[in-house]
């Protein structure tokens, strides 16, 4: 839980510096996107200049909320400096270092301020301030309280940067995670004028047909286990190939095997390369599934986590999870 003393650095920490860098994990999600451009546009507010800087390139579903292309900047080379000079870090929605991807190191060895803000269980605190709510739907709940005690008023592109962090975290608003907070925020959110039924069209229906065709692909690799407790899918590199799909065109699969009758674990296997295999997990209710997760040295919420998993062919993990999965079930 957040202590107040945190949030008091923070407004110091705001007021006294001047160079800000804004960052969340790779492979950026609604979250992540959503707070980063939340914290850039209340330090905008606040007169103070800052630069969001992530690895992965922002998924074209998310690309309605930087339309010009001229907000959030991917890692190149020519930020290093950038980097460097920073006074402040805003590391968002992270639980750990390796999760920043290429600028991991740059941050790490920086002497910047280095600001956590974040709802991960797993999170154990990795920064000099840390603003971590595990009670939060998403990390830009936090962000919205931030903007109310820095009496930040809530125009409607800041309403809809965390409008998108809360309702894509929830799963549109369907997932354990979602609480009372979560609904008020949004309905604050929808009075300062944005448009609930623009915004999930923006994110949810723009499927690209690469997408669909690596579904299909996806699809015939269903398989139960446990007596059907437990439903599984997976990626291989060359259905990735194949179908000529980006990494961003699979944020959902996994939500489709979940909703099968019965089933109370869903898995999705995708191979990477260099013998690495990327393991999402996610359960229905009763089932914490990051305690699975943490065996394998993974982590997240008690409902969705994942696992990367090192020098593991594809069969290997799916043996290896599945069968400690099964487990849950004897
Ligand atoms: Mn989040």
Known sequence: MLSNNNWKNLEEIIEKNNKFIITTHINPDGDGIGS????????????????????????E????????????????????EKLLEADVFFL??????????????????????KVVIDHHHSNSGWGDVNIIDESASASGEIVYDLANRLGIKI???????????IFTDTGSFRFSNT??????????L??????PREIYGNVYESYSWERMIL??????????T??????????TKEMMKSSNAKREDIEGFIEYITAIKDVEIAVLFLELPKNKVKVSLRSRSKYDINQVAEMFGGGGHKNASGITMQNYTLQEAEKLVLSRLEKLFV
């Open 36 to 59: 980063e451009l939340g914290i850039f546009h209340i330090l905008k507010k606040l007169g103070k200049k800052s630069l969001i800087i992530n690895d992965s390139p922002t998924p």
């Open 61 to 80: 579903f998310y690309k309605f909320l930087d339309p010009k292309n001229e907000l959030i900047k991917q890692y190149e080379k020519k930020y290093r």
């Open 92 to 113: 968002i929605d992270i639980s750990n270092f390796e999760r920043l991807g290429r600028i991991s190191k740059i941050v790490k060895n920086s002497s910047a301020v």
């Open 155 to 165: 125009d409607n592109a800041l309403a809809n940067y965390l409008y998108v962090a």
């Open 179 to 188: 609480n009372k907070k979560a609904h008020f925020i949004c309905g604050e």
């Open 190 to 195: 929808i009075e300062k004028g944005i448009n």
């Open 215 to 224: 579904f299909a692909k996806v699809l015939s690799t269903l398989k139960k």
């Open 226 to 235: 446990a007596e059907g407790k437990v439903s599984s899918i997976h990626i």
